[in-house]
């Protein structure tokens, strides 16, 4: 079968690879008929997520029909389309109980304290084989695997697999209630669905922080007020627009590979932390390998968060969703102190949020097929890939199947 694998630091390639097998009663075998490119994928061929294995499918969004099913697992059978939520979870320990599924227990084979597991990932995530390819193996699947609705359409369907939970997760950390203002910072997918579930749970105005206008203006159809870090200071335009006071939630839908601004007033702020900057990429990404106009990493891992304690107002929340690796190792917990901020993170718990986020779809509330932008057969996974990291405003989808009208 065809996958997209990991070779090293900057070098993925659509290789032919074997077909998966069914390793364990609770196992099924899914034919994925999208998958998905995600912000994550990109830390981990820049290098500013370590730990990836040579050999490794990346990948972990996707929606399939279910091919082959081990004898332990009796809710699914083979014929149905499914939703392959993006963390791998056991279903029946502790943590998995409490709905704490990136948490669980069991599946990370690393042991208990190791942390997520999740499909496409790192060694200390499991080394999971993952879903950008023409079949995949389900660990858990009776857990791992959400029947789709006949109604919803895999264009749906896919954006329910990582993104679309992911960002309500953030929300939810966020504690948004009615009347809130909220900032969200970094306008790719996850923060394009951050501002329509914080729209849903009731905020009353949410701020757009990014410095492309493609997102920008995506944001601002979704109602969003848009702010571009590159133009004006993000801060000073928040507590301009807040009579001084800060937004109450914030959301950190960046992570690691931050950038900061090279115009606009900020950027003489950004110009006197550069050192700082410079230390704080060496720290999380001592290696890695640029190619092409490719693969190159944020050129300031801790800017977005130092913006988002100070736009935060006094006693707010602010939840981060952005992923920041086990390197990172600062944050501004003076200034968070201070403000008296709760601060909120984690992986998603996919499996916790996707059947209420699938009601709300086939429901007609949410439209998340809007954020997709591309639709690219697999044999053309790798310029897509480069496409995206060439800062593509929206959302690639990858099809297992022949190629639909871009």
Known sequence: MKAVVYHGLGDIRLD???????????????????????????????????????????????????????????????GDRVIIPSTIACGYCAYCR?????????????????????????????????????????????????????????????????IFPTAYFGAALAEINEGDTVAVFGNRPVGQFAIASAKIMGAERVFAVDNIPSRLEMARKQGAEPINFDEVDPVERIEQLTNGMGVRRVIDAVGVDANRPHSGPAAEKADQMEQQFKQEMKQVAPKNKPKNGNWHQGDAPGQAVMWEV?????????????????????????????RQLKINMGNCNHRK???????????????PEQVLTEREPMTSAIEAYKAFDERQPGWIKVELEPAMTA
Do not use: W
């Open 16 to 78: 032919n690879v074997r077909e998966p097998k069914i390793k364990d009663p609770q196992d099924a075998i899914v034919r994925l008929t999208a998958s998905a490119i995600c912000g994550t994928d990109l830390h981990m061929i820049r290098g500013t997520f370590p730990g990836m294995k040579p050999g490794t499918i990346l990948g972990h969004e996707g929606v399939g029909i279910v091919e082959e099913i081990g004898k332990d697992v009796r809710n699914l059978k083979i």
């Open 98 to 162: 409490q709905g704490y599924y990136a948490q669980c227990d069991v599946a990370n084979p690393n042991g208990p304290q190791a942390g997520t597991a999740f499909f496409g990932g790192p060694v200390p995530a499991g080394s999971f084989d993952g879903l950008q390819a023409e079949y995949a193996r389900v660990p858990f699947a009776t857990v791992g695997l959400i029947k789709i609705p006949d109604s919803l359409t895999d264009d749906q369907a896919i954006m329910l697999s990582d």
């Open 310 to 338: 100070q736009a935060a107002e006094k006693g707010g929340t602010l939840s981060i969703i952005g992923v920041y690796p086990q390197t990172a190792q600062f944050f501004p917990i003076g200034l968070a102190m201070t």
């Open 353 to 367: 949020y996707i059947p209420s986020l699938v009601s709300l779809v086939t429901g007609g509330i949410v439209h």
